[in-house]
Structures are given as C-alpha cells and as structure tokens.
C-alpha cells in the first residue's frame, strides 16, 4: 500500500500510488 501513515484517510476501497500523503 502507498498510504503509509495516512492510512486513516486512505481507505483499501481508495488505494491511489502517491496517494500517502
């Protein structure tokens, strides 16, 4: 996953590359 700490506001459903921050 690209969502590293932010995983919060990243859900599985939204995975998106570059989208970690």
């Known amino acids: ?3 590293g700490a ?3 506001q ?3 459903e939204a995975i ?3 989208d970690d921050k």
Do not use: E, L, S
């Open 1 to 3: 996953t690209d969502c």
């Open 6 to 8: 932010c995983a919060d």
């Open 10 to 12: 990243c859900p599985v």
């Open 16 to 18: 998106v590359p570059g």
